[in-house]
């Protein structure tokens, strides 16, 4: 089982800067695919982002060249540099990730490993 933790959140003024953070730890073998997902008031989650173990990164159209994803594999750490923030932003950010772990003696493979989330808001 893999337990995501993130950080970083926090109330910002439009225009404003914030970095995420999502640390993975448990009986990690290795994991592949880590992303940024958010859920605004009264709307349904959304993918915000997605890097590959070998750091190819996606975007949604509405983050594009604002936000930018990274990961560091050494500390099965992923993180979510978000710069000129829009009050639109505004949601609970959740760190997914696609992991391998230990079960006994066997590999587990699952893509369902969620954190907590950290709130993101963006008002003046």
């Known amino acids: 089982q893999v337990q995501l933790v993130e950080s970083g959140g926090g109330l910002v003024q439009p225009g404003g800067s914030l970095r995420l953070s999502c640390l993975a730890s448990?009986?990690?073998?290795?994991?592949?695919?880590m992303g940024w997902h958010r859920r605004a008031p009264g709307k349904e989650r959304e993918l915000v982002a997605t890097?590959?173990?070998?750091?190819?990164?996606n975007y949604a159209d509405s983050v594009k060249g604002r936000f930018t994803i990274s990961r560091d594999n050494a500390k099965n750490t992923v993180y979510l540099q978000m710069n000129s923030l829009k009050p639109e932003d505004t949601a609970v950010y959740y760190c997914?990730?696609?992991?391998?772990?230990?079960?006994?003696?066997?590999?587990?493979?699952?893509?369902?490993?969620w954190g907590q989330g950290t709130q993101v808001t963006v008002s003046s």
């Open positions: 997914n990730a696609e992991a391998r772990t230990w079960r006994g003696f066997s590999i587990h493979y699952s893509k369902d490993n």
């Open positions: 448990g009986n990690i073998v290795g994991i592949d695919a």
């Open positions: 890097i590959t173990s070998d750091d190819n990164a």
